[in-house]
């Protein structure tokens, strides 16, 4: 079974398969226990800071990588915030951490 990309989205290299690396039809990777640590865990107070604050800068893909979760995950994470409008207190907490350095 083939895998189909939106256009312009992340094509993976074709030695992806050989290490296991699968993507859905939205060009994101599934779930590897390798990249994907904190898979199934609870989000730390400093994840969820981490994610409010660089969600508009860093691409999904980055996110995943330095949290250890699927893109999607701190996608559906993010506009859970978002609609919960807590986004700005936690990327207000992690700004003041970043003052008193």
Not at 57 to 68: E, N, P, V
């Given at each position: ?76 994470k993010?506009?859970k ?12 907490c ?8």
């Amino acid at each position: 079974m083939g895998q189909r990309f939106i256009r312009g989205a992340l094509a993976p290299h074709p030695d992806d398969v050989l290490d296991g690396i699968t993507y859905d039809s939205g060009g994101r990777m599934e779930y590897h226990p390798e990249f994907h640590f904190s898979h199934g865990e609870p989000w730390s107070f400093e994840d969820l800071e981490y994610l409010c604050t660089f969600y508009g800068t860093d691409d999904a893909r980055t996110l995943a990588f330095a949290l250890g979760k699927t893109e999607h995950t701190c996608r559906v994470k993010y506009y859970k915030l978002k609609l919960d409008g807590r986004v700005d207190y936690y990327r207000d907490c992690y700004r003041r951490k970043l003052e008193a350095n």
